[in-house]
């Protein structure tokens, strides 16, 4: 039975957090691999009504602390704190189980990444939103879920066991798959995928995922063939809408491509952001990582907040009847 443990304020193991008008209270939840943890971001003036849900996960070695702009460096997923005010969203960050190699992640489809975690994880964001919308007026048929690099690989293997509880997904920074754990999905999703062409984790073109200082991680087929897939399964049509982001700062050597399958809004499309010589890094004006992290990660495209592109792409869809 899941169990959650609300801290009150009284109590030193209680934490708020204040960014912006946002409070983020941290939270614990009871699964059966044991507790997990999760931040909740609550905009302070919501709107009437039942709010929209959107669900971060971070990437290996990452945490919640990390997303939501709270660990050693700003990260671009804390810019979901301003959507969160600006558009009355509640947003969750949960925390990966730690894997045989002590670092955080998640239990995606690699079949070839043995230091993955083996928890229920899709059992977890199951949960995750069954207490948003029994506890914090979360609405149903707006459930968004986004992810990074692992957490990415995660989002695959929810919109798969998930799909009829999700409006939409978004993966950056990760494709699917060469040796897959998982049945294929059956039910086509709205997905937005976003990949950098120099990403030096998780290359381009596929490849074996890591680096020199990560092994075991696992392999992946290219971005192009990654987003056919969900194209295919959509059945849409081959030529896409394509626009050029506009470019912000002369001296940044990376560009933004949109490509868009399906004219509909409020219907099943399918977004590739391609990522012109950028790395390993999801784009952000606002957001910026450390000189040292880039010329591990790869360069950091500055021409739009990637959490804005996101929330672009979900907010006018809903789960599919």
Partial sequence: ??????????????????????????????????????????????AAG??????????HMG??????????????????????????????????????????GWNDCRADAPSNPKTDDVGFIAALIDQAVAQHNADPSRVYLSGMSNGGGMVYRAATELGPRLAAVAVSNMLMPVKNLCAAPKRALPMLVAHGTEDKIVPY??????HSLLTGRGS??????????????AQLPPAPAVTQVPHRDAG???????????????GVQV??????????????AAHRLPPLMLS??????????????????????RVAP
Avoid: C
């Fill in 63 to 104: 945490s919640a602390n990390l997303t939501l702009g709270k660990g050693r460096i700003d990260d671009p997923a804390a810019a979901w704190l301003d959507v969160a005010d600006r558009e009355g969203l509640l947003v969750i960050a949960p925390d990966g189980a730690r894997g045989s190699d002590n670092q955080r």
């Fill in 220 to 233: 992946n087929i290219s971005a192009e063939e990654s987003v056919k897939y969900w194209r295919d399964l």
């Fill in 296 to 317: 591990i990660l790869g360069k950091q495209n500055g021409d739009l907040e990637y959490a804005d592109e996101t929330w672009t792409f979900f907010k006018d869809k």
């Fill in 205 to 210: 073109a596929g490849g074996e995922v890591g």
């Fill in 1 to 46: 039975m899941m169990t959650v443990v609300r801290y009150l304020p009284l109590i030193a193991a209680f934490t708020v957090l204040q960014a912006g008008a946002a409070t983020i209270v941290a939270e614990t939840m009871q699964r059966p691999e044991g507790p997990r943890t999760y931040l909740l971001a609550q905009p302070a003036s919501p």
């Fill in 50 to 59: 039942k709010l929209p849900l959107v669900i971060l996960l971070h990437g």
């Fill in 271 to 284: 977004e590739f952001l391609k990522m012109e010589h950028a790395g390993h890094v999801q784009p952000s």
């Fill in 252 to 266: 940044d050597k990376t560009s933004l491509v949109r490509y868009v399958w399906g004219d509909d809004p409020k």
